[in-house]
């Protein structure tokens, strides 16, 4: 045990080889990072690759192996009062996460490279799609008048899809960087997020990016933030987080505006669950935020929510990547996992409290998060039945570290066991789908987003609806005298004048209601309108993007329930209703839909040795139809031409059979039909 482990002659690490870069000396020199061993290597250059990244990682303990004892001396000394906690919002694309990466940089967090870009955005979702999904958090060391303070920084999603991650962001901070694109302005989203910090009383610092633009117009950005927010102008910063142009000037603003976070070390530990995700080896790993008391690796702790007790394993903070602690204090955001750890990935209820065991009588829980409200659900099945084992653990994981997901056991007759999903919204179905496949390396069967539905029967009694399946006969909902009611939303749209017009007449289209319309500074006009929900999911947005060459924003809010005239829309295939292809929609949409189902359907299904019928139904009421011919065998090939008689019998014969055979034969529909049939 005592002997030193050897490398090859190939891999010999000597310290003059070391570049002076990877060196962390002081804390304003960056810190290296792990290297990625994501994809595996295969040819001739998989050994060098592979010792490289050997190499790499030696080189990352040698000069790491000191790091996390002086870090934590200098944080130790850092008193609470001189603790900052903010978050960055704004609306999608106008420069959150490279803000971020300007701020590790100046703090000396990381380096300033290429490879350290958008470095908090750590999904591959994320990085293939240029958006943040997950909301992340970094500790920050800063020296300011030559002191240091302990900032900590969450970088938010902008689009309305995660507006819960942002919303819990806001819980672990006294503060937030409002950022305003220099040249789009004020958009929908902006707006949103504005309200929802100015709701948890956060202290909102204004700052305007993408300054160096040419289409930069920032007199008319700081006239919006004077009349939409009432913010004052004269303490808007103006910077370009791309180039770093005034990125410095930030830090003190936030330092001299935002408050402290308060708490107490010498009362009990109260510390709450803000987020979650999975690890392969240590299990859930709680991201928290203590009010008061701390928190050490051995202390035990129990759950409000569901009453268990924990030994706490580790504890650490996020610095950009996990650096182990000796403890976290009040005021702190950082992570900590149980040894052993949960039972039950369901046991990590975000927004629970947990607290010293025997201190339960004396601390009060924190009040928690408001639960989001799912307004898109999808029904989920395995392109491959026999993974449904191994498709459920992957699925239970993503759902741990995305809560505003709900997750219920389904069944269809055509595609076996599934779930139901409940998601915010038609971006949110896609990256999590993108998530499973890209994480997991699972695919799944995804059915057309649906919208709840609430039904009053005659009696008084009402029951909201999730599945299609679930929704009643026209027998049964005459006979108990049914009124359907569908979600509404309260959508905001931000559009230039000159699109106006085509804005409109969409909304129009899509059974929208203008709220208001007011004409905002440089040409744009904002426009109210309440619209279906299932006129949103059914993508809405992509649809106002390509009437407004790309210009408008969408943001909505719900607006609650409406009475309408919905039924349930169905394919059948020889008059068996296939249960994965059925939807309720509006009245004025049954034929137009109809029609696209019996039209697409029937390019995706293979021709039978019998005739197949596809309909669209509502009820007993055909609404379209397609005919697939069958495979015709010519049975008069060896006849003579001029035997009538017999060839009429052959004829009337193969009639006879084709007949009996559809009576009795079943339509075999391809798994890979339904996919297609699915897919957009």
Not at 3 to 30: D, I, N
Not at 543 to 572: I, N
Request: hydrophobic fraction near 40%.
């Amino acid at each position: 045990m005592g002997g030193r482990f050897k490398l090859p002659s190939e891999l010999g690490l000597m310290r003059s080889c070391l570049r002076s870069s990877l060196l962390r000396t002081t804390y304003s020199t960056a810190k290296p990072r792990w290297p990625s061993l994501q994809f595996p290597r295969r040819g001739a250059g998989a050994v060098p690759a592979i010792r490289s990244d050997l190499t790499q990682a030696l080189r990352w303990y040698s000069t790491t192996k000191a790091v996390p004892g002086d870090l934590e001396r200098r944080i130790a000394a850092i008193p609470i009062e001189r603790f900052r906690n903010f978050c960055i919002v704004a609306h999608i694309d106008h420069g959150k996460s490279t803000l971020s990466d300007r701020l590790l940089e100046i703090t000396g967090t990381i380096s300033s490279s290429n490879a350290n870009r958008q470095i908090l955005d750590t999904l591959e979702v994320e990085r293939e799609r240029g958006i943040t999904v997950k909301a992340q958090t970094c500790t920050m060391i800063y020296n300011h008048n030559g002191v240091d303070y302990l900032l900590h920084l969450v970088d938010t999603p902008g689009h309305v899809d995660f507006r819960a991650e942002v919303t819990r962001s806001y819980a672990s901070c006294g503060g937030a960087i409002l950022l305003v694109d220099a040249s789009q302005g004020v958009q929908a989203q902006t707006v949103a997020n504005f309200y929802l910090a100015f709701a948890e009383g956060l202290k909102i610092l204004p700052v305007i990016n993408k300054i160096d633009m040419v289409a930069a117009d920032v007199p008319r950005v700081l006239e919006q933030l004077e009349s939409t927010f009432e913010l004052d102008s004269s303490k808007a910063i103006g910077v370009s987080a791309k180039t770093g142009l005034n990125v410095k000037e930030i830090l003190p603003a936030v330092v001299e505006n935002i408050p402290a976070p308060t708490g107490d070390e010498s009362k009990p530990l109260r510390m709450l669950l803000v987020d979650s995700w999975y690890d392969s080896f240590r299990g859930v790993i709680c991201l928290v935020r203590l009010f008061d008391g701390t928190a050490r690796a051995g202390d035990n702790i129990v759950s409000f929510a569901t009453g268990n007790k924990y030994t706490i394993g580790e504890v650490g903070i996020r610095y950009p990547t996990q650096v182990p602690q000796t403890v976290l204090r009040a005021g702190q955001v950082g992570y900590v996992f149980f040894n052993p750890g949960m039972k039950k990935i369901q046991d990590a209820k975000i927004g629970d409290t947990f607290t010293t065991v025997g201190s339960e009588d004396v601390v009060e829980p924190y009040p928690g998060f408001e639960e989001p409200k799912p307004m898109v659900f999808v029904a989920a099945f395995p392109t491959d039945p026999a993974d449904y084992s191994r498709l459920s653990d992957s699925i239970n994981q993503l759902v741990l570290n995305d809560r505003s997901v709900t997750l219920y056991k389904d069944h269809s007759e055509a595609l076996g066991a599934g779930w139901r999903i409940g998601f915010l919204g038609s971006l949110h179905c896609s990256v999590f789908q993108d998530r499973l496949r890209q994480e997991h390396g699972a695919s799944i069967i995804i059915t057309e987003p649906a919208v709840q539905t609430k039904i009053r029967w005659r009696d008084g009694t009402e029951v909201v609806l999730q599945s299609p399946t679930d929704f009643p006969d026209q027998e049964d909902s005459r006979t108990r005298g049914a009124t359907y009611y569908e979600p509404y939303v309260l959508a905001t749209m931000t559009v230039p004048e000159e699109f106006l017009g085509r804005a409109i007449e969409l909304c129009e289209a899509n059974r929208g209601e203008q709220e208001s319309i007011e004409f905002f500074h440089g040409m744009q006009v904002i426009l109210k309108y309440r619209i279906p929900t299932a006129q949103l999911v059914d993508d809405l947005f992509g649809k106002l993007k390509g009437a407004t060459k790309g210009y408008a924003t969408l943001d909505y809010e719900d607006a609650g329930w409406r009475e309408s005239k919905l039924v349930k829309l169905q394919l059948l295939v020889n008059k068996q209703p296939v249960d994965a292809i059925s939807r309720v929609v509006h009245l004025s949409q049954v034929e137009r839909l109809g029609r696209q189902w019996v039209t697409k359907f029937k390019e995706h299904v293979q021709r039978q040795m019998f005739e197949v019928v596809i309909q669209a139904a509502v009820g007993k009421k055909i609404i379209a139809r397609e005919t697939l011919k069958p495979f015709r065998k010519d049975v008069l090939a060896k006849l003579h031409a001029s035997d009538i008689s017999r060839r009429r019998k052959l004829l009337e014969k193969q009639k006879e059979g084709r007949k009996r055979l559809r009576a009795v034969g079943n339509v075999i529909i391809e798994q890979e039909a339904f996919q297609r049939f699915l897919a957009k």
